[in-house]
């Protein structure tokens, strides 16, 4: 499955080769109470680029000692962007180590965050969340089922946090060896939540890491000339294998 995507997603970029890329404006802080303390917000069209950085917990995404079968990040040390898709596009996300992130607290090197513990990890869900968690999500995790809070400390990152019940699981991209990662989406007009983070090993305590965050978009094909694109490629794969 993960191969057709891939052939899917090339096949769209391709499409769209030679267009011109307008940038898009990155809005810090959240527009909206309740819910997701969301780092900033961003819109993007049908062929849009941008980018920004800043500076994350080490194990920022994934915390080994909390959850040694993988799973869960922490809440406030990750960077949650609110993403509006105006039009139907590819979305592709480059998030990768930066050393010039000003930071002056602890561990900062010269003025700037560290990066020798930045391992770049992010989720994609559908969908914002801008209230308080239900009262059952909050009796299960400990709270005053009539006051809830707006979130948790940690959040599930390989699925549905259950105190965001307004995110819907796409996709995540797990990273404990790499400087740089990068995904495609295809993905329709709607609001979507990304959360960046880190998945250094949380044997130590390593200080704040510097990051950049890259994001392209391209016009998507219209839905009938997408699935002829995916037929091709599949039957490109298929000739492949025959000759393998």
Do not use: C
């Amino acid at each position: 499955m993960r191969r057709y995507t891939f052939v899917m997603l090339a096949a769209v970029a391709a499409l769209s080769a030679g267009s011109t890329a307008r940038a898009f404006t990155f809005v810090t802080g959240d527009a909206n109470a309740g819910g997701i303390g969301y780092y900033g917000y961003v819109t993007v069209g049908g062929d849009d680029t941008g980018s920004f950085k800043s500076h994350v917990g080490a194990w920022s995404w994934q915390d080994q000692g909390i959850a040694p079968g993988g799973g869960e990040g922490w809440t406030h040390t990750s960077n949650w962007i609110a993403l509006d898709v105006t039009s139907a596009t590819t979305l592709t996300l480059l998030m990768q180590r930066d050393s010039s992130v000003p930071y002056f607290g602890s561990g900062n090197v010269g003025g700037f965050a560290d990066i020798a513990f930045m391992y770049p990890s992010f989720t994609i869900w559908s969908g914002w969340d801008n209230d308080v968690m239900t009262s059952a999500a909050a009796l299960a995790l400990g709270y005053d089922p009539f006051a809830p809070p707006d979130d948790h400390h940690t959040y599930a990152n390989t699925g549905n946090p259950i105190w965001a019940e307004d995110l819907s699981y796409i996709d995540h991209t797990a990273n404990s060896t790499l400087t740089s990662v990068t995904e495609s989406w295809l993905l329709s007009a709607g609001h979507y939540t990304i959360v960046l983070g880190s998945d250094a090993p949380s044997l130590t305590s390593p200080p704040r890491q510097g990051y950049s965050a890259t994001f392209t978009t391209s016009t998507a094909p219209e839905p009938g000339r997408a699935a002829l694109l995916v037929l091709a490629g599949l039957g490109a794969v298929s000739r492949r294998r025959r000759h393998a």
